[in-house]
Structures are given as structure tokens and as C-alpha cells.
């Protein structure tokens, strides 16, 4: 049998889903997931089509709700300057003129 596509599903109608190609569901983020209506499934492993055997578990996590998560990440903006190349780089400037000597 193949897992159904559940991301996008409310977490209702993705345990609906679940139960009619004969798959069981397991919510990591939410402990309360039989509770769970609407909420929407934005993950899941393994992925839609994938062959599973009957009765095998699909997991799902769902959005952050009304006041969960929110992390504190902040926003990714590009750093100036950027990051070199990589590799070794020297701790002190270097000269500006290839014969200008480096002084203390």
C-alpha cells in the first residue's frame, strides 16, 4: 500500500485519511494529537506514495498553534561583509603593497 499525501490536511481529516489507507499516524509535536482538529499537517514521513505495509505509522507535525513555538531566531538577513572562501586566513592585515613591510 502507499502512503496518502497528508500535508495540507487538517489534523481531522489527516487521521481520516490515515485510517482509509489503513496507515496509523504518531504526533511527535503533539501529545494531545487525537484531540487535535485544526491543525494542519505541514511535514510527514515517510513521504506521499511512499510503499508501506498495512498498519505501518506515518508521522505528521503540525503548525505551530496560538502562542506555541515561535522560536527566537530572528530574522536572516545577509552579513556585511560576507564570510570568506574558507580555508586558513591570517589573523593580522596583511600589507597593502606587496613590498610594504608589516610592522607591530
Known amino acids: 500500500m502507499r502512503v496518502p499525501r497528508l500535508v495540507g490536511l487538517m489534523a481531522v481529516d489527516a487521521r481520516e485519511a490515515a485510517m482509509a489507507h489503513g496507515v496509523l499516524l504518531a504526533a511527535p509535536d503533539r501529545p494531545e494529537f487525537h484531540r487535535a482538529v485544526v491543525d494542519y499537517v505541514v511535514r510527514q ?16 507535525w503540525f503548525e505551530f498553534g496560538e502562542g506555541e513555538g515561535g522560536g ?33
Not at 54 to 59: D, E, F, L, P
Open 45 to 60: 514521513y515517510p513521504p506521499p506514495g511512499a510503499e508501506v505495509p498495512r498498519g505501518a505509522v506515518v508521522t505528521v
Open 72 to 104: 527566537g531566531a530572528g530574522v536572516r538577513e545577509p552579513r556585511v561583509p560576507a564570510p570568506g572562501g574558507g580555508g586558513l586566513q591570517r589573523e593580522l592585515d596583511g600589507p597593502r603593497h606587496p613590498f610594504e613591510a608589516i610592522t607591530g
